[in-house]
């Protein structure tokens, strides 16, 4: 999505959406710069009620700034399906 230049310049950088209670508690403002300590992240911040508090969601098509796809381990697997983890991975938010 985001290597088609037309809606690259809509948005131009990665988002991570939070509740504004979240940002708060981060220290957080809309458009900050944030990393996750799950792993390779780097986002700008988004701060709406239409989220709930204490989740962070990471929007995708970034590949040359995230992939979503290294935030999740394959080594990580559902023990009764097998299936890795993709839609709930814990993190933290760092202003960076």
């Known amino acids: 999505m985001?290597?088609?230049c037309e809606l690259?310049?809509?948005a131009p950088d990665p988002v991570a959406v939070v509740n504004?209670?979240?940002a708060g508690k981060y220290g957080l403002k809309d458009s900050d710069w944030?990393?996750?300590?799950?792993r390779r992240c780097r986002v700008r911040?988004?701060?709406t009620d239409d989220i709930l508090p204490g989740v962070v969601s990471v929007l995708h098509g970034w590949f040359d700034h995230l992939n979503e796809n290294v935030l999740t381990?394959?080594?990580?697997r559902d023990p009764v399906t097998g299936y890795p983890e993709l839609?709930?991975?814990a993190c933290r938010l760092a202003k960076t």
């Open 2 to 4: 985001k290597n088609i």
């Open 8 to 10: 690259r310049e809509l």
């Open 20 to 22: 504004p209670a979240t």
């Open 34 to 38: 944030v990393s996750s300590a799950t």
């Open 45 to 47: 911040v988004t701060a």
């Open 73 to 76: 381990d394959v080594g990580q």
């Open 87 to 89: 839609w709930a991975i």
